[in-house]
């Protein structure tokens, strides 16, 4: 891993293959357990490439025309999918869409079930959202098609944390390395996907993550990792701080008996102009959406300068292209 | 006691595999070992669904080579989920008991949870003699702990050990109701029925798919923590101690839970406690592979609850093995983390993983595994001890401890063609099983 990747030149956006050099990585994106921080940084210059693609008038490039992308989303979610449905179409493949909603899924049909008769009509790659953990590892044994997981349960959400961490690396010069870089992530840990992800792609990278909650939202058993520590102050967590990622809070949290009032929860934990004073001067503040305002983050914070919330969402795209056409492409 | 309580004939029961004649049978040339000891080679008679002798002289209707194996009385199983009526996609009794056999089982006890669950009489009945027709392996029904498994009122205690209910149970559903709990025990304890509990805290295990802990939390899967079964043990063997009810404590997964469970033992309480075959061998680092198949409750627990439970083991503070052989569809398990049901089907791997784990691996003796497997079975649910005695039943299993072959589970007998040990080479596999004098099950074919 070295400290150059953010500085490469983009090559020729006219063809987004020529991109980098093929390096060999996974063929499903589940995790960042399996892809190594060159591979990473590798996806990350093809994503410098996509995101010029998405600064032209006209934004579309046939890199992908002729492949199906398949998305199938067994929870609600309209920002992620929206997000791979553009990335897939800037690129020209085709798409399909799968809500699982209030399909034969709810009556007790088992995922292979669903999966065959979706996959019978024939997709090269699937883009999974499920409530479960584990489940877009489960169809990889039920299809040839590549799989890219849009988030499993508490598990995972990989493309979330790459546009995280390539948003960091494009707004934060000097750091793209992530050598000594320090990520807080303040909020609801435990039931975090997006927490998961994150600790494992920035401790890959180089980077140290604080995670920071109340101890009914945030086991000890977290802080196990080489490079995490907990902590259950947000001051302690946020002083020094390249980064600060607060997590949305689910309000059934309350009722689970995990968290007292709202109340005390923003007076302990919210993500704050007074407390971004102990940051990094230059510190980002980032949200993965949707934001519950004056909740876990300060509303006036989310509209600072220091805020990167719509980067966040904007850069998604370029991610997302780069995921895809490397999974269905850079392996040629 | 209205019936005879050696769980052999219940009185209102035909007999063992219909009305056709048992041949009398020789095993010749066994290595015999019960009970009372390795006796070595010898030929081991059986007339009339019983053991006539050994090394007797005259004709043999059926003549068995059993040079090379071993020759012990049939297992006993007290926990096994047959899934009728009701769920017959799942388990029938043919498949059931069929599997039960290759697993070199003689008796099991089905539990009730069942649909309708078995909380009437007349269901324990038609189940025991449905049972008795089809000469599998024999079946002796556990009935509801209260009507309907809902935790409200208790079932018919009396009139369903008179239909041939041995256990009083509503395994699967822990009973929350403490006061329940406790007037279950003084009902059943005036019957010298054995009350089993499936002691977990609902409250305290929450949506729980698997062991909490480091692997739960970085896999992003619901955990349940090894105190929801510790702290429901603990109300268990207090009630039994506070009404002197025999308590059984189906499936013991946790140090934390073995450790209650022996602090009551410690003072004479009237409890006794099995484990299985899968908390015995596996983690929740089986896991990481996120195959539903591992979905049991109570859940795997880590590598220290096993080592913790294999201790117990060998310091006898098991009472006895109970597999907990729980068949589900394949498509069933082929859901999500979520939503797959609990449990896995084992019966017919279980001597051959814990003779290969635990007595090939020097771990513990064959004579101990067996006594978990047959004495400590007749104890708990109060049978006499299984034998090779002339006089004692014609349930005799032959194992051959010498050939390893891998676990196959398309050749399962059990519905549940599908096994977390798939592949996995071993040995002690069950040869034939007689139940009642017949061949119950011949792996020769």
Redesign the interface.
Known sequence: MTGAAGTRAPAAPAAPAAGSPPTKHPRHLLDLASWSADQVHTLFDTSDVMAQVMTRTIKKVPALQGFTVGTLFFEDSTRTRLSFERAARAQSADVISFAAGGSSVSK?E????TLKTIDAMKSDLYVVR??????P??LTRWTDAAIVNAG?????HPTQALLDAYTFRTSFPGYAGFDGVELAIVGDV?HS?VA?SNVELWTKLGARVRLCGPRTLL?D??G?RPGVTLTHRVEEAVEGAHAVMALRLQTERMAGGLLPSLAEVRERYQVTRARMRLAHPDALVMHPGPMNRDVEIEGVLADDPRSVVERQVANGVPVRMAVLYTLLVGSR | MTRPADGSEAMSEPPHGGDRPVPRTVLRGARLIDARGDHGAHDLWLVDGRVEGVDLAGDAELEIDARGLVATPAFLDPHVHLRTPGQEEKEDLASGLAAAAAGGFGTVVSMANTDPVVDDPAIVADLAAQAAALGLARLRPAAALSLGLKGERLSDYAALQAAGAVMITDDGIPVVDSHLQRRACEYARELGLVIQTHSEDPSLRQGGVMHEGAVSHELGLPGNPAEAESIMIFRDCEVARMTGARVHIAHVSSERGMRVVEWFKAQGAPVTCEVTPHHLTLTDDAWRAFDPVVKVAPPLRTADDVAYLRDAVRRGVVDCLGSDHAPHTRAEKDRDALRAPFGLPNIEVAFPLLYTDLVLAGELELAPLLELLQGGVARVMGWPEPTLAAGAPGDVVLLDLDTEAAVDPARFMSKAKFSPWDGRALRGWPAMTLVAGRVAFSRRG
Do not use: I, N
């Open positions: 007790g088992s995922l292979k079930d499920h409530p479960a953990a584990g489940a590892l489960q499993d349960g508490r598990r995972a435990a996907r998961r086991p058993e977290l196990e």
